[in-house]
């Protein structure tokens, strides 16, 4: 199969002719039976909210029809169906979350599910003002900030905790704007509340509700998922991985966890490592267990143990078309629905878990909290003994693989910045000083967080990896998380040695910080570490996060939690730049707001640039006219 999207990787064109030998179907055949895409949904024109309709009303002003029944116009349509986008994005996040704070509430010494970052849940219940942080007895302060973070959610009056960490100047805007997001749940809810058919019909306020709940994303639910998940697997540390299919082991027993939850996945990992399996897996004929991981459950298992990255979003199928996959483990956001389907042309198990998210088609092992380390060697087993029902003339491994450095916490990197702080100065330890020292000077010329996933209306990776690389070699420093990192990482990115891709300052500042221009910080909830390496960035120099030269980047996004992140990063007063034009040109008011009214009173915008090279060029304008300001 030949498919111009995917001239860019080196796997794709095999791995997809592969599948058709083989009568697979993929994303790339449902893509094509899908046609032309609907113009008045791509324009984000058409309403189903209620059952007077469907609607759809014209996306050029002035021609067809221009209301819905009920009299909403092409503006509050958009505006409706993009904050509905944002709610469902935060939701994910936030409930991905909850189930985190729940397995820290059954933290126990001896369990499976235990405190493994203490230093890190004092400071945070320090944080939390919460009494004897320093001396209160383990578990019982780890049951209590799972209950104040529970309550994160659902509390009546105030807002998200975490919205301390930005500058005073940030926290002003919020309150001044009223976008401070209060409990998660009550954002999502009264956003679908003002959505529904006859509430809310002023673009403005819609766009504005849509923001704080995106806010309640960013600064509440994936800031609690990232730090509590670091409370009980660990604060990832630098460390080596290896990223593409290659990873996977044709003599081995390969388990692919597929996802974002780190509580199924840790405990697949331990059951995986239990002496017991590994001998039942070589009674069966293989060398032992490989787990590999997929999306951003992928990511949170290699940033916290090493864990071998299978691939990102798009390589999904592909990693099942190898023919050399015992089972393929889920649990919640980003899996095809397609996936129990594909498993049936190989011997591939397929294992849905959550019950928030059961799939159809194959087997589903309900996990819970309560019952996990027992679930999971219940799946390790079912893949085990799965191994010898592998067909070996269906087996077609690509041979690539990349090795890679992933695990670049905020803590990780302060730690790195610390052997650059020059004692004679007696310049204080643990902060981000050097970082804005070597901004400010000008070695660097910015920094760019570049998130998000794929998606077939691009070549798959490539605007990732341009974006990447161009950046780069104009001397600006990237942070990666997500889909996009996991493109970085295949692409040779995460190295040391990516230092000679890149110009001279930023090649000399990862020289001394030892450190790859690329720096994997984690899932798509650990873009909250990044929101908090800026802030902390931005009140190091007594700024407001909008003056500094930082750019957000999804080049390649598509789910609505990609639109929920975009949201909070421009609440956060980041320029957002985005490579997959969303679904608001049809309301031509809504798009100028996002675009470039909200800059008023946000100090930040949205930017829509499907060519990764111009959109470089913009980001570096963009970069310097910051810097001019303020003057460095
Ligand atoms: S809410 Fe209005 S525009 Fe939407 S479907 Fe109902 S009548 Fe049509
Ligand atoms: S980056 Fe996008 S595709 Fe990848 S795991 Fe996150 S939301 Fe899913």
Redesign the pocket.
Known sequence: MSNEVLNYDKIAEASLAKAQRDGAETMWDRRAAQKTQCGFGEAGVCCRICTMGPCRVSPVPGKGAERGICGANADTIVARNTARMVAAGASAHSDHARDIVHALHHSKAEGPYKVRDEAKLRRIAKEWDVVDADTKETYALAHEMAELALEEFGKPFGTQRFLKRAPKARQEIWAREDIAPRAIDMEVVTLMHSTHMGCAADYESLFRRAMRTGMADGWGGSMIGTEFSDILYGTPTARASSSNLGVIDAEMVNIMVHG?DPNLSEMVVLAAQNPEMVELAKSKGAKGINIVGM??TGNEMTMRHGIKIAG??YQQEMAIITGAMEAVVVDV??IFPALPELAKTYHTRFVSTSPKAKIAGDIFIEFSEATGLDNAAEIVKLAVENFPNRDASKVEIPDIKQDTMVGYSVETIIEHLDAVVNSQLEDELGTVKPLTDVIYAGVIRGAAGV????NPKQQHDYAHITVMEELIKRDVICVVT???AQAAAKAGLLTLEAKDKCGRGLKEVCERVNIPPVLHMG??VDISRILHIVNLCADQRGVDPALLPVVGIAPE???E??VAIANYVVGSGINTYLGVIPPVLGGPNFTKLMTEDCQEFIGAHFVFEKDPIVMVDKIMEDMEAKRVALGI
């Open positions: 974002h999306c951003c990102n979003f956001q980003c998130v998000g996933c794929n997500g889909c996009a899932s798509c996004w598509m789910s939690k990609a």
